[in-house]
């Protein structure tokens, strides 16, 4: 018997994932549409934390299209601290020269509008803990791709996969076991060691730094 073959993004999908500013190689991309497509079979809608320009939201959004449910993404659009000048991943294109500050939003509407994804998407614009402290409706997927450090990593997790319903998936990005292999540190990494202890997921795949964990019972 063989195994049903995990589905894949159509080449247009997949081509306005590749134009986008981001970090997600594309093996971590087609992990996370597998896990977004069989998430959406629960009917309730899939959120995202860390929009940057979109790169990923389009995969969570085509996949949100499919089932038919929205695809959330929450970011406050000013970058993270390793995305900032004079820091590795900073991109001088992303910053607003009226005031000087990074603003990645005109960026992701245009990745959206390209992508002919925009009436599937809410972006949420704002801190991520703000955001969280207002919501309260379970989700079928969480994918956590916020802040790298501990504080709001930690933040995140304990934001938002309270809302993750049972047998939805929460999924993790840039997880690195090993310190050497770190890129923006390992918060992340302890974020999913948390998860793991917790008792309440379980996990169901990794593919490079990504992480897809199956809620099993209630709780973080
Ligand atoms: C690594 S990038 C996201 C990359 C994106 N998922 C992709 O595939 O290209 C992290 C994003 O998280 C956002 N961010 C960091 N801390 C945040 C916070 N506390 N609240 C909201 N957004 C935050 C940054 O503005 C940045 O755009």
Not at 23 to 44: K, S, T
Not at 62 to 73: H, I, K
Not at 114 to 142: D, F, K, T, Y
Request: glycine share 10%.
């Amino acid at each position: 018997m063989s195994a049903t073959p995990a589905p894949t993004p159509a080449p247009e999908i997949l081509a306005a994932f590749d134009a986008a500013k981001g970090f997600m190689p594309v093996d971590e991309g087609l992990a996370l549409y597998a896990a977004a497509v069989a998430a959406g079979r629960a009917g309730l809608p899939l959120l995202e934390v860390g929009t940057y320009c979109g790169r990923s939201t389009v995969l969570l959004a085509d996949a949100a299209r499919s089932a038919g449910v929205a695809a959330l993404t929450v970011d406050h659009h000013r970058g993270s601290e390793e995305q900032q000048p004079g820091w590795d991943y900073h991109d001088p294109e992303t910053v607003d020269p009226e005031i000087g500050l990074m603003d990645t939003l005109p960026a992701f509407r245009r990745t959206l509008f390209r992508a002919g994804l925009e009436e599937h998407v809410v972006a949420l614009v704002g801190r991520s803990p703000q955001i969280a402290a207002v919501w309260n409706s379970p989700l079928g997927l969480v994918f956590i791709d916020g802040g790298h450090t501990d504080e709001h990593a930690s933040a995140d997790y304990e934001g938002w996969a309270p809302h993750v319903a049972e047998g939805g998936l929460l999924v993790i990005h840039d997880v690195f076991p090993e310190p050497e292999d770190e890129f923006t540190g390992q918060a992340p990494y302890r974020v999913y060691l948390r998860a793991l202890a917790s008792g309440a997921f379980e996990e169901i795949s990794v593919t490079g730094s990504l992480r897809v964990l199956r809620r099993t019972r209630a709780g973080i």
